[in-house]
């Protein structure tokens, strides 16, 4: 593996709501037809959060992954907030979740990183070099995502693709005879699409003061066909450079997790791209699309699933607003 850091995920932890939204509620309060919302998007249900908040959401998660690590909380020396949601513009949700842990106020560092659905690639990026520096041992990246508050009810297509979860991740250095590497990544970013993806709300654009601002605006909008065709334009170059840079093959992936954004965005994926069907791990009819906590999900749920093993050479790969194309690969 080119490019790789020996840095090993020492612990993965999830938080699902209680909360079970199934397609047939979906369907009448979207006043669609019955079985349309799993012909367009491939989802049965999805979880959805009930008064949690998303640094609660995380802070649950992370306890789990810190079990799951046979860590201490006071280990923790960098908590990064990956979340395309963020709970407040300002502070950094990691500042929240730091709080709702109760860790030690000053023993770690916080700060969030947004690349949308693909949050957890670049923070595991980022995580994997600063412990390879040595500047920290110990770093917790969570995504956590309440999806609900801002779907549109007058896009159907999106409003019942999305689910709410948490997952969390701690990294430490590979040490003797532990496996574990994060191996090469890569993102490309296509701004022709920056448009397709969005919510133009809350930030200078369709700022709280700004007349022209409307409740639209505060809510997700995406043109998932436009996606889908700016993405196989460029996708199948981007991973043909991807496995050049980091020279691979396909079929040196043990399993590939790729971002559950849709049916159609997965079979086109699989397709497009030449990937092993059978390798790939989808949780997309159960949990729908949990933005920046999707590929992480899948990670944790494959694992539990006895589907991923330590050692094994995975591939995670997607696509994210912007419209942004990326993959890592690593050693579990």
Not at 72 to 98: K, N
Not at 241 to 263: C, K, M, N, W
Request: aromatic share 6%.
């Amino acid at each position: 593996m080119n490019h790789s850091t020996h840095v090993r995920i020492a612990g993965l932890g999830t938080y699902l709501p209680d909360a079970i939204v199934r397609n047939e509620e979906l369907e009448k309060e979207l006043g669609v037809p019955d079985g349309w919302i799993r012909i367009v998007s491939g989802v049965l249900e999805r979880r959805r959060a009930r008064g949690e908040t998303t640094a609660q959401m995380a802070a649950a998660a992370v306890r789990n992954a810190l079990r799951d690590a046979e860590t201490e909380l006071d280990e923790v020396e960098l908590i990064i907030g990956a979340c395309a949601a963020s709970q407040q513009s300002i502070p950094c949700t990691a500042a929240f979740v730091q709080k709702e842990l109760m860790a030690p106020a000053g023993k770690s560092a916080c700060f969030d990183v947004d690349a949308t659905c693909l949050s957890f690639l670049v923070a595991l990026r980022l995580a994997s070099l600063y412990i390879h520096s040595g500047q920290y041992r110990c770093v917790v990246i969570v995504s956590s995502e309440v999806t609900s508050f801002a779907l549109n009810p007058l896009q159907p297509e999106s409003a019942a693709l999305f689910g709410d979860a948490a997952v969390a991740a701690v990294l430490k250095p590979s040490r003797g005879d532990e496996s574990g590497a994060v191996g090469h990544s890569a993102l490309s970013t296509f701004s022709s699409g920056a448009h397709l993806t969005e919510v133009r709300g809350g930030g200078t654009f369709r700022h709280p003061n700004d007349p022209r601002t409307t409740l639209e605006d505060n809510m997700f909008s995406m043109d998932g066909a436009a996606v889908l065709r700016l993405a196989l334009e460029t996708m199948p170059g981007f991973f043909k450079t991807f496995l050049e840079q980091a020279g691979s093959v396909r079929e040196d992936y043990d399993v590939i997790i790729p971002h559950q954004a849709s049916r159609r965005g997965l079979e086109f994926m699989r397709r497009a791209l030449g990937l092993n069907k059978e390798r790939m791990f989808i949780n997309l009819e159960r949990r729908g699309n949990c933005i920046a906590a999707s590929i992480p999900l899948a990670l944790a749920e494959c694992r539990s699933a006895g589907r991923l093993q330590r050692g094994q050479r995975v591939l995670l790969i997607g696509t994210g607003a912007g419209l942004t194309l990326g993959a890592l690969e690593l050693i579990f």
